[in-house]
């Protein structure tokens, strides 16, 4: 029964650095039983995205509800405006127990809360090649104001520096390589556990 359990993987990094373009050629490449899983949020949804599908957007008082009733692996309030962001507990749970790799697309401080529940999770952080590259990202995107780009630059510096506390990191540069690098970091931990 244990051999059938799926196994948690944690990708981190500062905003912009692309780990959503990388995880989808990761998903499309490694061919492994990899799902996504969907974190919960406060926020509104930004023109395009579906509930369920880029996140669960959920009202904060169903979210205070859910956290209270220890729902979340983790959660935390992020940027500091009382947006939080979740990992919902069960979902995750029910994909281990088929045998699928969930991957969760997190911050570091969630990535570290989620560690010590799954001492046996991948923890992978995703670099820029500098922090000049990770603000002309930031500033391509066209969709923050000047004040949430400073609080994106200042979290993203605070979460550098817990790179090392992480078991693999993978510097976003070329993406072939990253990507191959990902799905190697993968097949390692395959053949490892």
């Excluded at 880029?54 to 959660?75: D, I, Q, T």
């Excluded at 000047?146 to 994106?152: C, L």
Aim: with cysteine.
């Amino acid at each position: 029964m244990r051999q059938n359990k799926g196994k948690l993987v944690v990708v981190s990094g500062p905003s912009g650095v692309g780990k959503g373009t990388l995880l989808k050629r990761v998903f499309q490449e490694s061919g492994l039983p990899l799902t996504m899983s969907v974190s919960a949020t406060t926020r509104l949804p930004r023109p395009g995205e579906i509930d369920g599908v880029h996140y669960h957007f959920l009202k904060p008082e169903e979210f205070e509800k859910k956290r209270l009733g220890n729902a979340f692996l983790e959660c935390f309030e992020v940027f500091g405006k009382g947006v939080w962001y979740g990992t919902l507990r069960q979902r995750v749970e029910e994909g281990l127990a088929a045998g699928q790799w969930v991957v969760l697309e997190i911050d570091v401080k969630g990535a570290k809360a989620v560690k010590k529940q799954f001492s046996e999770a991948v923890l992978l952080f995703i670099e820029p090649k500098s922090i000049d590259v990770l603000k002309e990202r930031l500033q391509g995107r066209g969709t923050e104001t000047d004040e949430a780009m400073q609080r994106r630059l200042a979290t993203a510096l605070e979460e550098l520096q817990h790179a090392g506390e992480f078991e693999y990191r993978i510097v976003n540069d070329r993406l072939d390589t990253a990507v191959a690098e990902f799905i190697n970091v993968l097949q390692k931990s395959t053949a490892g556990r």
